[in-house]
């Protein structure tokens, strides 16, 4: 199954949208980050004041970064022709589930097994 040009098309407006999401989001936790660590410098130990904060608002960019690689890694497969191919099988991904997770590499099934053997 060949995605169509309106099909990707449309998941490029939908990893387009979810960049800028997430680079505004970086841009806002770096200055919440600031805000966090100058609080925590005060001397105050407080389980889950600000430091606790400092160090949540630092996960939270760490996994928008990731994101944000994986949706540049999606562009670079549009570029290359291979998005909506899974990775292993080589079969098409479901337009339905790149409408859901863009980003995908696998088809479900293929997502499936690779959950599965790592459970283990």
């Known amino acids: 199954m060949r ?3 309106r099909e990707m098309r449309e998941l490029e407006r939908a990893l387009d949208r979810r960049r800028s ?6 841009r806002s936790s770096a200055a919440l980050r600031a805000v966090a660590t100058a609080t925590a410098s005060d001397g105050d130990e407080v389980p889950d004041g600000p430091a606790a904060d400092a160090e949540a608002i630092s996960t939270i960019e760490h996994l928008h970064a990731g994101e944000l690689c994986d949706i540049a890694a999606a562009h670079t497969r549009m570029l290359q022709g291979t998005y909506g191919r899974c990775a292993d ?3 098409g991904i479901a337009f339905q589930r790149l409408q859901a997770y863009p980003t995908a590499k696998r088809c479900l099934p293929c997502q499936e097994t690779l959950e599965r053997r790592r459970a283990i």
């Open 3 to 5: 995605l169509g040009d």
């Open 21 to 26: 999401e997430l680079e505004f989001a970086v």
């Open 89 to 91: 099988c080589s079969h």
